[in-house]
């Protein structure tokens, strides 16, 4: 089995977002995503619905940045988000309250 794209887990992001898990959460977070599948992506999550378009958001409520490779091992449970943190390998910027909660909002296993 062929690994799994940065685009097609973003694609994934609305279809495994969990809305009674983010009830009055209104939020843009910014994804600058270095490496080889590097890029720019906004997520938005408001009236428990989930968007997500490739670009730069003007004023995010968290902005992450990580290599891609390092992204997708904490998003499939290679890599564990707070150990990256630590590491220096996931920088956030802004509300880090949503971003302890993020990965609640989502099932994407």
Known sequence: MSEITVKELMERMPKAFLPEKAKGVEAVIQYHLSGEEGGDWIIAIKDGQCTVEEGVAENPTLTLEADAQD?????????????????????????????????????MR
């Open 71 to 107: 992204y997708k091992d904490v998003i499939l449970g290679k890599l564990d988000g707070m150990a990256a943190f630590m590491q220096g390998k996931l920088k956030l910027k802004g509300n880090l309250n949503l971003a302890m909660k993020l990965t609640s909002f989502f099932k």
